[in-house]
């Protein structure tokens, strides 16, 4: 049962244009987000991260979004560069429970195109 | 930067074989993790430790897949007998008490 869904398995956005990454969840008890990201050949790399408590986090050109009645939360990228083009995470846990399990989405796939 | 570091980066064997992949997580991170990242799975948990106590192995194969951490600089993730299945690319993160975790680059596993 995947509790963390991320529905779009690759997005392509040109440059300069905004990109928009969604991500699903299922669990309720999930009360912080992160976003990593991935290349090639490397580990996964944090992001950005948002609470509960919040609805938008902000750095730089990166902006999350959460959405906790809808249990959505969306990773925007504004303006895109070339150097974006990767894999991208998301990834939900609950910091009240007593475990520590970060559970994945399966990704999506960020190209961004000249 | 401090690092995550694994070793080794690429491992082909052939089926039955012992394999062992290891991790040096950042120092003063106190909690460790083993993932697998598969095409149809994305990033699954296997287990972890908190001071170097294991707090949860349930995403692990229990009959041929062991992890351990001898050390606080030494986190283990070892395979036996390895089989054609177990072929993905595995990863090591480390964390403070809180998130967020700090990956490695991976062992990619081939089993033949």
């Known amino acids: 049962d995947q509790q963390v869904k991320q529905n779009s398995p690759s997005l392509s956005v040109q440059e300069g244009r905004i990109s928009i990454l969604n991500c699903d969840y299922t669990n309720s008890m999930f009360d912080y987000f992160l976003w990593y990201k991935k290349y090639p050949a490397e580990g996964p790399t944090f992001l950005i991260s948002i609470s509960s408590i919040k609805d938008k986090n902000e750095d730089g050109r990166f902006t999350v979004f959460l959405n906790k009645s809808a249990k959505h939360l969306s990773l925007h990228i504004v303006p895109s560069q070339p150097g974006d083009s990767a894999v991208y995470f998301c990834?939900?846990?609950?910091?009240?429970?007593?475990?520590?399990?970060?559970?994945f989405g399966t990704g999506t796939r960020l190209q961004v195109t000249l | 930067d401090a690092r995550v570091t694994q070793t080794p980066r690429h491992k082909v064997t052939e089926m039955g074989q012992e394999v062992t992949m290891r991790c040096q997580p950042i120092?003063?991170?106190?909690?460790v993790f083993w993932y697998r990242q598969t095409m149809m799975q994305g990033l699954e948990l296997l287990a972890y430790f908190r001071n170097r106590a294991p707090l949860d192995d349930s995403g692990m194969p229990k009959d041929r897949f062991s992890a351990e951490m001898p050390d606080a600089t030494l986190a283990t993730l070892k395979i036996q007998p390895s089989e054609p299945r177990d072929s993905a690319v595995y990863f090591c993160?480390?964390?403070?008490?809180?998130?967020?975790?700090?990956f490695g680059d991976g062992t990619r596993l081939s089993i033949l």
């Open positions: 990834a939900a846990i609950s910091l009240t429970g007593t475990a520590s399990k970060l559970t």
């Open positions: 993160a480390s964390a403070a008490s809180l998130q967020p975790q700090h």
């Open positions: 120092l003063g991170h106190n909690t």
